[in-house]
């Protein structure tokens, strides 16, 4: 279990010597610059004498192939971790180490950086920084590791890959941080003189996110955002609702002897410890689905009926296209859009899985109005739009690496496109639901003030009769904002908008 170290603030000491990439403190050997290649054995590709592989994968190597993945081929978390977890042969219990060695480190990546500038005053080589920031996540963050193991380690590491000329600067650096560590001498910005660099530094975000969380925030509550953490890690699932209903599917999770309890949302339920559940044979053959229960309710919000005909706009993966076409009993039509067609694929395959005749993926860009689907005036039309994804970080948390001012502006000219475009497929009397992953209201709640301003033709819908009792006071004019420390899922933005008329 991870566990965060005290996080000492004061002055870096005398003792506490820093090394420079060139192997000061240490050998001087010249080194052969390696390329980061995720195909190439052992990941980084030998150029040179010195650009040896590993000779033996373990957690701590796993882990630094999936960082290096993430740093330097610019690839998703989650993605990079289980490419290199299914290509592994490790024990489940090896596997379950480099899933948490990695996860400390990308999650707390700002910070690593920013404590390890204080002992290498010129960071070398990739490969080498990233054996640093394993070592590193491991020796702050992780209470089970014994220093010398990590620290052994990483100079076996940066030994194999780059031969001796590292490896004094490897061992020499970490036994700095862990004497700084138990003398609490780790030097951390004065929140009193700087306090959006110290919450920046303090929960690894980088410092424009933090400053628009406050502008729009406060400080308190923003540090309650970037705070929370879950005491437990549960799995939220839902029954496919064409196969059984949920007094049904509970007694099915109590069968399989997995720990569970009901969910935030009806239909979902909560399981711990049910092992890789994409691979189980009952999930295969469609008796149920993974899905958040933030990412039910936007479903939801569009309140299905039987024979309607319904646009997910932006739907991949597939998990509310699906959870749509399932409460209308495989009646009326879900069609299922994506821009990119291997990400519809992803659809199809969860269409396969679940047996819905009803769904009807395509490859389409949902920005770019369809005069036909306007004829078919559709009953509801729901967009997950394309955003920052920021209410995700904590099972996500590479995302606020990603974001900053211009990616931000450049996502909510997609979603206003979007809204633009799809609003017109809608017929009088149909809903419109707006939805995000986010909790900036950039993209949230002034997105649809912009959109109602310059649509008269639509309202917002009171009727908040989808959401659970506890949400209800939650909401405000028909939009509810959702926070994980507050809420205790997912954040997300759910507004739900009515056509009460012709276009002006």
């Known amino acids: 279990m991870n566990e965060n170290r005290p996080s000492p603030r004061g002055t870096f000491g005398e003792k506490n010597k820093r090394f420079s990439s060139d192997g000061a403190q240490g050998a001087k050997k010249p080194f052969t610059r390696g390329k980061w290649d995720g195909k190439a054995k052992g990941g980084y590709k030998k150029e040179g004498k010195s650009a040896k592989p590993v000779s033996r994968m373990d957690a701590r190597r796993l882990a630094l192939n999936a960082l290096a993945d993430v740093t330097r081929a610019n690839a998703y978390a989650g993605l990079a971790l289980d490419k290199a977890l299914r290509s592994s042969v490790l024990p489940p219990e090896e596997k379950r180490l480099a899933t948490s060695i990695f996860y400390s480190a990308v999650e707390n990546l700002l910070r690593i950086d920013y404590i390890l500038k204080q ?79 110290a919450l920046a530094v303090e929960y690894s975000v980088p410092e424009p996110l933090v400053k628009r969380l406050v502008d729009d925030y406060g400080i308190e509550f923003a540090q309650e955002l970037l705070t929370y953490r879950p005491d437990e890690r549960w799995e939220t699932l839902r029954p496919n609702r064409m196969m059984m209903d949920d007094n049904q599917f509970s007694a099915y999770l109590t069968g399989r002897g997995w720990e569970h309890q009901p969910g935030p949302v009806p239909g979902s339920f909560r399981v711990r410890a049910a092992g890789d559940l994409p691979s189980d044979p009952d999930y295969r053959r469609g008796l149920f689905s993974i899905q958040g229960a933030s990412s039910m309710l936007a479903a939801m919000a569009v309140k299905p009926q039987r024979g309607m005909r319904i646009l997910d706009a932006c739907a991949a993966p597939g998990g509310k296209a699906c959870l749509m076409a399932e409460m209308m009993g495989g009646t009326g039509r879900v069609y299922a859009w994506d821009l990119h067609e291997h990400r519809v694929e992803l659809i199809r395959a969860a269409k396969r899985r679940l047996k819905l005749d009803n769904l009807r993926p395509a490859a389409h860009d949902a920005s770019v109005f369809r005069p036909e689907m306007a004829e078919e005036k559709l009953d509801a039309v729901l967009i997950d739009a394309p955003c920052s994804g920021l209410g995700v970080m904590i099972n996500k948390p590479d995302i606020k690496y990603r974001q900053n001012d211009q990616t931000i502006a450049g996502l909510v000219e997609i979603q206003r496109n979007i809204l633009e475009a799809c609003c017109q497929y809608v017929k009088v009397g149909g809903a419109l639901v707006y939805s995000t992953c986010t909790i900036l209201p950039e993209e949230n709640v002034r997105q649809v003030e912009r959109f109602l301003r310059d649509h008269g033709e639509f309202r917002l819908d009171t009727d908040m009769s989808y959401l659970p009792h506890a949400l209800r006071d939650k909401a405000e004019n028909g939009m509810l904002q959702l926070y994980a420390h507050r809420d205790g899922m997912e954040g997300f933005f759910i507004a739900r908008m009515v056509r009460v008329g012709d276009e002006a």
């Open 119 to 197: 002992f290498v005053e010129h960071m070398p080589e990739p490969i080498v920084e990233d054996i640093l920031r394993i070592a590193a996540a491991q020796l702050l963050f992780m209470d089970k590791q014994p220093d010398h193991a990590v620290v052994d380690e990483a100079v076996k590491q940066a030994r194999a890959f780059r031969g001796e000329g590292y490896t004094a600067l490897v061992n020499g650096a970490l036994r700095n941080l862990i004497r700084a560590r138990d003398d609490k001498t780790i030097a951390y910005p004065d929140p009193a003189v700087r306090p959006i660099q």
